[in-house]
């Protein structure tokens, strides 16, 4: 067959078939067939689009629900309730000098017994007034915990209360010995006469039988003086009076959904956590936590995102890829609040990518363009200390050994991730258990 | 139908509106019908090709350059679900010899009256493998070493595939003349893709050797 033959045969093929439009009629029964086919597919398109936003909204949700739980009891406050600034202007009178830190001290315990006999302060009182006016600036400047130290004191001289009397081995419990309860912080309120607010000036006062503070007294209920349980005050200011910090262990479980992105979170794609972390708590502040995290990151990405060496005869519109990660963790965790039994920290630090699995699949301009439709590398890649981390974590302990916390973050490349090189950065919420290995006192 | 008709059922089908994927699966039916025809061995096949191909332009419609026009992109997805298709059947191969029809005495090709149905159904009786690649060179245009890529085959495997496909063509189109073939009638004989060479003596036709 001659080349020209070989052309017209051609020809009259492309001639003849090449603009098939009026040929066919359109037939009802193929339509339905492609509905079915489309009935049937019936992906949930919407998922992928919603599942971001709908990440975010749980996430502000988890911050809302920290921030309500994080609501202070307002137990100071009531014992502050119905002092007003000038009930407190003739204790600040009644200081023997303006070093109220150091002659408050020398007669703390006279102070303190007045104080935790708040339920028969005029007895207390009535006693030795002379010792006790001097006491009132110390305890109304340990206010808060630091009231608990000096509490603690009279707790540990029950019998000169019950006497109502001033005992002897009281008043000559060493200065020292009380200034040790009081700590460099506790100093600074004691020497401003704004906070004296507390329930043991008042009962102070009243020994001076001074006719202004004993009206005042009136005023102050007992039960704002009495502490509700003083034997938990006690072990209290022995873990403070102590002041010995010991190293916290802990081990918690994570579980975390999130989202992935290349450069952006546009495409996000959702992924999935779990891992495990070991934490110390070096400070109280300060804890340091490493572990390891397997994670499943899958990504969508342009193909301008995409850099690899092999050429592509028609580059792939998108690619879709599909990581199965060890992500192994170093933080350190700054706690910026914590009362009660809920904390708040905030984190940052570095992890290591080591890339277990790396997926990628093609997608075409045209559909069914001839081409790889995908690639995968295995244990290739490693990205040490690649990736910063950064984490907010809203912790609640439900009982001395355990604490559930959940933790929203953010993974952002410090290099390029993975064989494609792109800048794969996640965020999600990371929901876990952890257990405080050597934890024995509830807060 | 004008082009802003056009964009706006473009649009309508991007948000799965199922009325606008009718009417531009209406609009472009016979387009489509007959590409597929072209590369399917019946009508039925052919349908089933086609709807696949909308089923993929209406998953990836949001991916359609609207700076481009859209019937070449969906006569490209067409196309390329006609190459899945092929792919997918690829099970069998064929033995024949063509060789003998090369002394076939050539025909006045060009002078031949055949409508479009005559020549669909010549493409149609080809052997799929012969018919994609004729398709794709003869009708589209594509180069050897393009059809090779596209279909997983070598460029030599593509041209000849094309020239027993030619060959093939060439005597259903001389026979075409014949009486016992029949206007619009089957042809007589079984076709077969000749991967390898048989010595096959005789006739050259109903020979073929399944593998």
């Not at chain 2, 008709?5 to 009718?22: E, S, Y």
């Not at chain 2, 997918?88 to 033995?95: D, G, P, R, S």
Request: one cysteine or more.
């Amino acid at each position: 067959m001659s080349a020209e033959e070989k052309n017209k045969l051609d020809e009259l093929f492309k001639n003849g078939l090449g603009t098939p439009e009026t040929h066919s009629e359109f037939n009802d029964q193929h339509w339905n067939d492609l509905e079915q086919l489309m009935n049937a597919d019936g992906r949930p398109r919407g998922i992928v689009y919603w599942l971001p936003r709908l990440g975010a909204v749980a996430a502000i949700l988890l911050l809302f629900l920290g921030w309500w739980l994080f609501k202070p009891v307002p137990v100071k406050n009531e014992q502050v309730v119905g002092l007003k600034p000038s009930t407190v202007q003739p204790i600040t009178v009644t200081k023997p000098d303006n070093k109220p830190t150091t002659t408050g001290s020398s007669t703390g315990v006279n102070s303190t017994n007045g104080s935790s006999t708040g339920s028969a302060p005029v007895n207390s009182a009535g006693i030795m007034p002379a010792t006790v006016i001097p006491a009132a600036p110390v305890y109304a400047g340990t206010s808060g915990k630091h009231n608990r130290n000096i509490q603690h004191v009279t707790a540990q001289q029950p019998g000169s209360m019950k006497n109502n009397q001033v005992a002897p081995p009281a008043n000559k419990v060493p200065q020292q010995e009380i200034l040790a309860t009081v700590d460099n912080k506790a100093k600074a309120p004691i020497s401003n006469p704004v906070t004296i607010t507390d329930n043991g000036v008042n009962t102070a006062t009243n020994a001076v039988s001074d006719g202004q503070t004993v009206a005042l007294t009136n005023t102050i209920s007992p039960d704002a003086v009495v502490t509700k349980d003083p034997a938990a005050q006690v072990k209290k200011t022995k873990l403070s009076g102590a002041s010995k910090f010991k190293p916290q262990f802990g081990l918690a479980m994570l579980v975390s959904p999130d989202i992935n992105g290349a450069g952006s979170f546009q495409n996000a794609k959702i992924g999935t956590n779990i891992g495990l972390l070991f934490s110390v708590e070096i400070t109280k502040k300060l804890t340091v936590s490493t572990g390891a995290s397997y994670s499943k990151k899958p990504y969508l990405t342009d193909f301008d995102n995409y850099h690899v060496n092999y050429k592509f005869k028609t580059d792939p519109q998108d690619v879709y890829a599909d990581c199965r990660v060890l992500d192994i963790p170093l933080n350190v965790d700054y706690k910026v609040y914590s009362k009660s039994r809920n904390s708040f920290s905030v984190g940052s630090g570095l992890s290591s990518y080591i890339m277990l699995k790396e997926k990628y699949t093609y997608d075409y301009a045209v559909p069914g363009t001839a081409g790889p439709s995908s690639f995968t590398v295995t244990n290739k890649n490693r990205h040490i200390l690649g990736v910063l981390n950064l984490n907010a974590t809203y912790e609640h302990q439900v009982n001395s050994k355990f604490s559930i916390a959940a933790q929203p973050y953010l993974k952002i490349p410090l290099t390029n991730i993975g064989n494609s090189q792109v800048r794969l950065q996640s965020a999600g919420v990371a929901l876990g258990l952890r257990w405080n290995i050597n934890r024995s006192v509830t807060p | 139908m004008t082009e802003e008709d056009l964009h706006q059922l473009i649009r309508g089908c991007a948000k799965q509106d199922r009325k606008c994927q009718k009417l531009l699966y209406k609009a472009f039916y016979g387009f489509a019908m007959g590409i597929c025809l072209r590369y399917a061995g019946n009508r039925d096949e052919a349908a089933e090709v086609m709807n696949q191909g909308f089923f993929k332009v209406f998953t990836h419609i949001d991916r359609y350059d609207h700076d481009r026009p859209f019937k070449a992109w969906l006569g490209r997805i067409m196309m390329n679900a006609s190459i899945d298709h092929y792919r997918a059947n690829l099970k069998m191969a064929y033995t024949d010899d063509l060789e003998k029809a090369e002394h076939i005495s050539d025909g006045e090709l060009a002078d031949k009256k055949l409508n479009y149905d005559q020549l669909l159904e010549m493409v149609q009786k080809l052997p799929q493998a012969y018919r994609t690649v004729f398709n794709l060179f003869a009708i589209e245009g594509y180069g050897h070493d393009e059809i090779g890529e596209m279909l997983g085959i070598s460029a030599g495997t593509s041209k000849s595939n094309l020239h027993k496909a030619r060959q093939k063509l060439k005597l259903m189109i001389l026979k075409a003349d014949q009486p016992y073939v029949g206007q619009g009638g089957k042809v007589n004989y079984s076709s077969v893709v000749a991967i390898n060479r048989s010595d096959m003596n005789g006739v050259f036709f109903n020979n073929g050797i399944r593998l």
